[in-house]
T-cell receptor, first 115, second 106 residues
Framework: GAGVSQTPSNKVTEKGKYVELRCDPI?????LYWYRQSLGQGPEFLIY????????DSGLPNDRFFAVRPEGSVSTLKIQRTERGDSAVYLC?????????????FGSGTQLSVL | DAKTTQPNSMESNEEEPVHLPCNHS???????IHWYRQLPSQGPEYVIH???SNVNNRMASLAIAEDRKSSTLILHRATLRDAAVYYC???????FGAGTRLTVKP
């Protein structure tokens, strides 16, 4: 595709349920980033993938959050036992190789609402 | 973590220049400074980046202090479409701050 695609665009779930959020990066981009953004705040870093491996997962808030990228392209962010505090926009970004002089391309995000 | 400091908000009049400052005093010597902006209900959008020299592109200019502890994003003629939250980001850190909300008045 032409840009970073995130699905679904909106997800409503109940407290305690499990959710999966999907990110399709730009084709050929090896670096992939997940952020979450609460209303009025800047994006909060969650995890960075280089290829299939998580190069930096220091931003994951707790062990309910997990992300995978098994084939080095599509990534899935998984949240177990959702809590109301997990409600936020979850953003995905990709860059070609992860080099620091490359721009990040962001998707439009998934708005997660936990009732 | 590298820390960035930006004003919470700034205002500009349409068609006037805007200088958006950012302090990043703990930036490492090899870290590029990136700027992104975010329009309502959209993901952040790349604006510009640089290492040591001033940079220009079609969207903006980036002035980087000689000691690299601060930078300034310059919009030469603000338009209403430039109203957004602007973030500076030492990219190795991968962490955004709260950004500057720019309001452009007609």
């Amino acid at each position: 595709g032409a840009g970073v695609s995130q699905t679904p665009s909106n997800k409503v779930t109940e407290k305690g349920k499990y959710v999966e959020l999907r990110c399709d990066p730009i084709s050929g981009h090896t670096a992939l980033y997940w952020y979450r953004q609460s209303l009025g705040q800047g994006p909060e870093f969650l995890i960075y993938f280089q290829g299939t491996g998580a190069a930096d997962d220091s931003g994951l808030p707790n062990d309910r959050f997990f992300a995978v990228r098994p084939e080095g392209s599509v990534s899935t962010l998984k949240i177990q036992r959702t809590e109301r505090g997990d409600s936020a926009v979850y953003l995905c970004a990709s860059s070609q190789t992860g080099a620091t002089n490359e721009k990040l391309f962001f998707g439009s995000g998934t708005q997660l609402s936990v009732l | 973590d590298a820390k960035t400091t930006q004003p919470n908000s700034m205002e500009s009049n349409e068609e006037e220049p805007v200088h958006l400052p950012c302090n990043h005093s703990t930036i490492s010597g090899t870290d590029y400074i990136h700027w992104y902006r975010q329009l309502p209900s959209q993901g952040p959008e790349y604006v510009i980046h640089g290492l040591t020299s001033n940079v220009n592109n079609r969207m903006a200019s980036l002035a980087i202090a000689e000691d690299r502890k601060s930078s300034t994003l310059i919009l030469h003629r603000a338009t209403l479409r430039d109203a957004a939250v602007y973030y500076c980001l030492p990219i190795l850190d991968m962490r955004f701050g709260a950004g500057t909300r720019l309001t452009v008045k007609p």
